[in-house]
């Protein structure tokens, strides 16, 4: 493994299985594909701000 790869996977290292509508799914690819980012990023984001706005401080 090269730096870039172990840094990568060392950061990231778990999956979450999610289902839903396809074409909810769909139209929020669309959407993030459009704005220029990932579904997985913006995924991602929505989740370390419903931590940091529901974990006690």
Do not use: W
């Not at 999956?15 to 579904?39: G, H, P």
């Amino acid at each position: 493994m090269n730096k870039k790869t172990e840094k990568k996977s060392a950061k990231k290292n778990s999956q979450l299985v999610l289902r839903l509508d396809k074409d909810e799914r769909d139209a929020f690819v669309q959407l993030c594909n459009q704005m220029d980012t990932s579904a997985a990023r913006e995924i991602r984001g929505f989740i370390r701000q419903f931590l940091k706005d529901h974990q006690a401080e």
